[in-house]
């Protein structure tokens, strides 16, 4: 099996993770103070480095961890605590002190729970948020008008001694502040004590907190767009399980299997899928994909998606036809009576024999209608010779059958015209088109491709493009299998009733077989049981398209 075919690169590999939360080589406790190295740029150099690093992180509590990390190492405080600020407190986020080896907080786990800090000025971190300036105290221990209950009360529970302070506050870019970044002791790397914190590191600490304060930002404004088209996207989901019984719930439990799907093939360690591996974001874009595969469809007229029988359209044309052959039944018992009025009845025998063939007629017009059955060519004949046939009403000779009754009745199977049919495909063109609007950013880029190949087949008999298996990534072999396995099992679909698991799988197989599905999705799909699983769940009303 080719693993597979791409349009955007965007083909899964399984390879380690870029490693996250680190800052270049030395992000770890170096415990350097700024003074050491006989480069006097070398700072300089670190904090540029320090700052490509920051902005590359887009997880905010490992970005919060890094400021932290990164602070200590510019300053050569012993410790440090990021505060984060909201509804006038300062929130407590990481800690760490490496004397005592502690890390708390974010992705070290371990929170203390401490309450928020009040925007009090007597605490010194509040002081330099509220007046967006950096508070250093040299020596705790002399005279403050600050309140340093809160170290103090450390020093009871640890022995820890805190000797110095710095907090600087995080601005954002319009001067606002976000946070406070509050370091402890700077230690001096001759004689490895405790101490003041040196000019140098005090405005290396301002240039560290500033940076941090663009890059918290950043993280929330790319979380906030995020955040945004999550929601947009749920609208989506909503207006199309509003819009009809055929695509109730469709796209979530498409989006949330798929999701299943792939997670099972990022553990698989046998091939085909030993070298895919799919990511946090790769698989986003994928759970994207399924949420928007049918997007389309929002312009599909729903008496077309919910056509249950031949001639259902916006009204029954079924009533239409009933109360047509009762009229035909009236006039047929009007003529007998007016010639027997005349003395040339026919008889009662002749009467109840044309009635019984109407009604036989009326049957088997609507035997027709119903689109589980394939019409063979005798019924086919039979209905185009009653379309010849006329009525009368109100001196106008009217056919039977009208041709677009006809037409639709005459369908071998199913319930949908040719050009319904075309109508229903085109979906996957305005899907297409409208997601072809959406500027994905990169690592999305492979959501529209994946969302619109849904109907392609391997053999390069799907539409609309027909593509073929070297053309068609991995993730859009997952969503053909998934929606049709959807759509077999689905219980709401019109006309038919809800079919078991095992003949889908089998009408699955039966695509594998003919080269139009991915015969390695299908068996993984079956050997882990994944719908199953995920049947119970969903039972359970455990779906969700959170992201
Ligand atoms: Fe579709
Ligand atoms: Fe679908």
Known sequence: MTLHGTQNGAHPQKSPPPESGTAGESSGPSHRAPQDGANPLAPMQRLAQVGIALSAQRDLDTLLALIVEEACNFTGADGGTLYLLGNDQLHFSISINRSLGIKTGGPYGNDPNFPPLPLNPTFAAAFAAIHHTT?????????SEFDFSGPRRFEAQTGYHAVSMLATPMLDHKGEPLGVLQLLNAVDPATGKPGPFPLEARMLGEAMASLAGVSIRNVRLIRASEALFEALLEVMATALDARSRSTHGHVR??????????????ASTAPPFDTVHFDKERLRELKIAGLLHDIGKIVSPPHIMDKATKLETIFDRAELIRTRYLAIEAQTEARHLCARLNGQAAGEEALAA????????????????????????????????????TYVVAGIERPRLTPDELENLSIRKGSLTEAERKLMQSHIEVTQRMLAKIPFPRHLAGAPIFAGNHHEALDGSGYPQGLTGSQLPLQSRMLAVIDLLDALTDPDRPYRKQMPLEEAFGILQLEVDKGRLDGDVVRLLREEKIFERYREQWRGGETSSAL
């Open 135 to 143: 508070v250093h105290i040299p020596d705790l221990d002399a005279p």
């Open 253 to 266: 439990r498409v989006a949330d299997l798929t999701l299943a799907l792939a997670e099972a093939i990022d």
């Open 354 to 389: 044309e009635i019984a063939a109407l009604h036989e007629e009326l049957d088997f017009v609507l035997a027709c209608n119903h689109p589980g059955e394939w019409l063979d060519d005798a019924a086919f004949d039979r209905l185009k010779a009653i379309a010849a046939t």
